[in-house]
């Protein structure tokens, strides 16, 4: 993914979901002489993102996506890694990304894509729950759309199929504190687990299906 980013390594580039900062601390290995500004919505990962990477070279925002982005001045480049399909509308995404992006500036992203989690998601459903709104899965067609209407352009956007298998004996943890996430957070200890059972009961195997959505992209120059 760092490696999308066409770099001379003196640029300032938003990490737009930066969580602990694993993938932010490769970053600045790209970026001897320049800044990264690592922006989250969840001040305790901004915290933890800050124990690993110290306050050389790094600004920190705690911030929602979905909101105009408290980032001064625009920035060269876009980092993003497994956060926008935790964004509910991706046409506002992109218009707030695009805001603080320098005319010409990078776009490189990867997040869920079209079919994502599908048997996860046929399992919660046949327990009578849904996913609802709460993540979103896009085609690249759509998404080339949306870009294409706030402002970027070229475009490469595609997916790919990733699926991972997980070790039997982890396998309902995992489904418990990753893939269902917010739908069992007002659930009892207990039910969740009792949950996350009924959920791996149904799928077929100790495996997710992820399907990833990869963008690269740069904000169209206005200028000749």
């Known amino acids: 993914m760092v490696g999308w980013l066409d770099l001379d ?14 993938v932010t601390q490769r970053l600045l290995e790209r970026l001897p002489r320049g800044r ?24 920190y925002v705690v911030a929602d996506l979905m909101e105009p982005l408290p980032v001064e001045g625009p920035v ?3 980092l993003s890694t497994a956060t926008f399909h935790w964004v509910p509308d991706h046409d506002v995404l992109f218009r707030n990304l695009a805001d603080v992006l320098r005319p010409g500036g990078q776009l490189a992203a ?3 894509g079209a079919g994502n989690i599908a048997s996860v998601e046929a ?10 709104g709460n993540k979103t899965f896009a085609t690249p067609e759509q998404t080339r759309a949306r870009l294409e ?43 969740r ?8 009961i149904r799928m077929p195997g100790p495996a997710i299906d992820y399907v990833r959505l990869n963008i690269r992209a740069r904000k169209r120059d206005p200028r000749p």
């Open 123 to 132: 399992a919660v459903n046949d327990l009578g729950y849904s996913f609802g």
């Open 193 to 200: 687990a009792a949950f996350a059972r009924e959920v791996a």
């Open 76 to 78: 060269d480049a876009i």
């Open 110 to 112: 990867q997040c869920g």
């Open 9 to 22: 390594g003196d640029e300032r580039v938003l990490d737009a979901g930066c969580g602990t900062g694993r």
């Open 149 to 191: 209407a706030a402002g970027f352009g070229p475009i490469d956007v595609w997916l790919h199929d990733e699926p991972t298998p997980i070790p039997a004996e982890d396998f309902e943890a995992f489904l418990e504190t990753v893939c269902l996430g917010g739908l069992v957070d007002a659930m009892s200890a207990p039910e």
């Open 36 to 59: 990264v500004v690592a922006l989250d919505g969840s001040p305790s990962m901004i915290e933890r993102a800050r124990e690993r990477l110290g306050e050389d070279r790094v600004g």
